[in-house]
């Protein structure tokens, strides 16, 4: 504006006078806006010397870490790929920045989270919303790579087989909506099938899974404006689906502990003794964001968990880590063939925990111990067959003993509106099971910030709309796994095990524990 001789009363008189036609000749818009990077976005070989040791845990000493700080061109390949593209006719396009060496049409690359080869089909670039194919680049650049299929966002490629990650892209929502999905007509099933592992190759936060009781494609995402966003790009390509009304997820967690209760095999000849109590939260977030597993270095796990308070001892005991947020340790002395049964009593732990005892949704936040284990001295009478459903029912009935509850995913809300609507919006939130958790003054707005169970956001969109008249905008995330409240709770699991088709009342302990 300096350099055009302009100033913002110039700006306010032609938009006054109708005359913006003599300020975009005397000021592109196209050149304001490249004149602003230009000053103030570094180039990569300045900004990379700060932002690799923040992105990258490597060590920077190494001929990789000089190559990154550098931007070298003549460095080995190192890319980071921030997004995935589906083009209609060249298929997935791997979009992200090259931290190091030349990138060519034809060259064989390595997938290091899932230690895979792919092989670059072409080098492409995009400028704006148009792709063009260039065939090599080099450092600082952001390539569009075609042929990379197995790449997801978040991924480190290279022309090195073993390097240190770039970390990967975290999501802090979970799928906690879901509906049931099917063509309209039968012969379009593959076209669906197809669309939907489109769909989340481009959205990693969209989950599809097949339900293996009922046979219905399950898609479940963030809220119910996610999975409308989903359903309509579905229709988009002019397939006709039908689909359920949408379904909240729950969870199971057991809310106290217990001694060790006594199960045996279906065959009698096996005891297994097993005792539970609630796990750490610190340790069942870390299980649930992957920094805890049975694929990490033992070192490095070790090392957290003894942070957390747990004991050497205990830390080599463990037997399973589950993703979900769980954990079954080893707590026998002295037993024999605890080591090659093991995985036959994993096996009714990983059942258990898919499918919890009060209305079989997945549990979480659950610390087992194998107490005692008194087998049969025949390899035959104590195989997966007979262990697997032991373990399984000496997990329900562990659970059932201590006691456990439902958990309901809980959303945060933030709602912009006019100030004089703003009790409208506190009505809508508190009638929905909400609570106002905040709220701040923005010059004629005022900007609520609450939390609302997803359950009761099936027509929010219905009621905010009619109670503000249109003018309030609000977006939704999910916040934490809450308790059901007590006066919904036989409500939640009998409507919950209806929908599953079972029993209307959940098991008794009695099921699951044994007497000697």
């Known amino acids: 504006m300096k350099e055009r001789g302009i100033s913002f009363k110039d700006v306010i008189d032609a938009y006054q006078n109708e005359k913006v036609d003599v300020l975009v000749e005397k000021a592109p818009l196209a050149d304001a806006v490249l004149g602003m990077v230009v000053k103030h976005h570094p180039p990569p070989h300045v900004a990379q010397q700060y932002r690799i040791p923040q992105i990258w845990k490597g060590d920077l000493d190494s001929d990789i870490g000089k190559a990154l700080l550098a931007c070298s061109d003549d460095g080995p390949m190192i890319m980071m790929i921030v997004n995935m593209v589906l083009d209609p006719a060249a298929g997935p396009v791997a979009i992200?920045?090259?931290?190091?060496?030349?990138?060519?049409?034809?060259?064989?690359?390595?997938?290091?989270?899932?230690?895979?080869?792919?092989?670059?089909?072409?080098?492409?670039?995009f400028m704006g919303n148009q792709r063009e194919q260039v065939g090599?680049?080099?450092?600082?650049?952001?390539?569009?790579?075609?042929?990379?299929?197995?790449?997801?966002?978040?991924?480190?490629?290279?022309?090195?087989?073993?390097?240190?990650?770039?970390?990967?892209?975290?999501?802090?929502?979970?799928?906690?909506?879901?509906?049931?999905?099917?063509?309209?007509?039968?012969?379009?099933?593959?076209?669906?099938?197809?669309?939907?592992?489109q769909l989340t190759i481009e959205d990693p936060n969209l989950i599809v899974k097949i339900d293996e009781e009922?046979?219905?494609?399950?898609?479940?995402?963030?809220?119910?404006?996610?999975?409308?966003?989903?359903?309509?790009?579905?229709?988009?390509?002019?397939?006709?689906?039908?689909?359920?009304?949408?379904?909240?997820?729950?969870?199971?967690?057991?809310?106290?502990?217990?001694?060790?209760?006594?199960?045996?095999?279906?065959?009698?000849?096996?005891?297994?003794?097993?005792?539970?109590?609630?796990?750490?939260?610190?340790i069942a977030h870390m299980l649930r964001t992957g920094e805890i597993s049975d694929l990490k270095d033992k070192k490095v796990v070790s090392d957290l968990l003894k942070a957390e308070g747990w004991d050497t001892d205990t830390i080599k005991r463990v037997m399973r880590f589950d993703s979900r947020g769980n954990v079954l340790i080893n707590g026998t002395k002295g037993v024999q063939f605890v080591h090659e049964s093991t995985d036959s009593i994993n096996s009714?732990?990983?059942?258990?925990?898919?499918?919890?005892?009060?209305?079989?949704?997945?549990?979480?936040?659950?610390?087992?111990?194998?107490?005692?284990?008194?087998?049969h001295e025949d390899t035959a009478h104590r195989g997966l067959s007979q262990l697997g459903p032991a373990s399984r029912r000496a997990c329900m009935g562990a659970l059932l003993t201590a006691g456990t509850t439902v958990l309901e995913p809980v959303l945060a809300i933030e709602v912009r509106v006019p100030t004089d609507l703003v009790g409208n919006v506190a009505t809508v939130i508190s009638g929905k099971r909400g609570k106002v958790m905040d709220m701040q003054q923005k010059g004629a707005s005022s900007i609520i910030v609450g939390e609302i169970p997803a359950s009761e956001t099936f027509t929010l969109s219905e009621e905010m709309r009619g109670q503000t008249a249109g003018r309030a905008t609000w977006n939704t995330s999910f916040k934490e796994w809450a308790e059901v409240p007590k006066s919904l709770f036989s409500t939640a699991i009998a409507d919950i095990r209806k929908r599953k088709g079972l029993a209307p009342d959940p098991p008794g302990i009695g099921e699951f524990i044994d007497k000697e």
């Open 348 to 375: 009714g732990f990983d059942d258990t925990m898919k499918e919890g005892p009060l209305c079989r949704e997945q549990m979480r936040g659950c610390k087992f111990t194998f107490t005692h284990f008194v087998p």
């Open 96 to 125: 992200g920045r090259l931290f190091s060496g030349t990138i060519k049409d034809g060259q064989t690359v390595h997938i290091i989270d899932s230690k895979r080869e792919g092989r670059v089909q072409s080098v492409n670039f």
């Open 136 to 197: 090599e680049l080099g450092a600082g650049n952001i390539p569009a790579l075609l042929g990379l299929t197995e790449a997801r966002a978040g991924n480190t490629i290279s022309s090195l087989k073993n390097m240190s990650m770039f970390e990967g892209v975290k999501y802090v929502s979970e799928p906690v909506v879901q509906i049931a999905i099917e063509p309209k007509h039968p012969k379009d099933l593959p076209k669906l099938v197809e669309v939907l592992k």
């Open 214 to 282: 009922s046979g219905e494609t399950i898609v479940a995402g963030m809220g119910v404006l996610h999975l409308d966003v989903a359903t309509h790009r579905i229709q988009d390509t002019k397939l006709e689906i039908i689909t359920s009304e949408p379904l909240i997820n729950y969870r199971e967690t057991v809310k106290g502990s217990c001694d060790a209760i006594m199960s045996k095999s279906p065959n009698r000849h096996n005891k297994l003794f097993m005792r539970v109590e609630p796990l750490e939260p610190k």
